[in-house]
Nanobody, 115 residues
Framework: QVRFVESGGGLVQPGGSLRLSCVAS????????MSWYRQAPGKEREFVAF????????NYADSVKGRFVISRDNTKNAVYLQMNSLKAEDTAVYYC????????WGQGTQVTVSS
């Protein structure tokens, strides 16, 4: 079955960095684009970053542009999110997702930015 397993979250101070990983299984990973989303307490889930099948093109939400970088390694069925210059507003549960199974979400990984 389709699985998205996110990891790498944790507690970090403002201005710090974290690298999130998502390992996918149960489908042909190199046939689908991938994205990262996040959901903060009391807020709606929002788009963060997108990457094409080959990784040749990316897209970011304005709120993270210039600070976050999405990448993928199709040999490892993995997509990554390098997060730099983190702000308190980045605190959220982060999820990876792809169009292989619309509406399916993994467990996510918690990112908390606080001093």
């Amino acid at each position: 079955q389709v699985r998205f397993v996110e990891s790498g979250g944790g507690l970090v101070q403002p201005g710090g960095s974290l690298r999130l990983s998502c390992v996918a299984s149960g489908f042909t990973f190199n046939k689908f684009s991938m994205s990262w989303y996040r959901q903060a307490p009391g807020k709606e889930r929002e788009f963060v970053a997108f990457i094409t099948i080959s990784g040749s093109s990316t897209n970011y939400a304005d709120s993270v542009k210039g600070r976050f970088v999405i990448s993928r390694d199709n040999t490892k069925n993995a997509v990554y999110l390098q997060m730099n210059s983190l702000k308190a507003e980045d605190t959220a549960v982060y999820y990876c997702n792809g169009p292989v199974m619309p509406g399916y979400w993994g467990q996510g990984t918690q990112v908390t930015v606080s001093s």
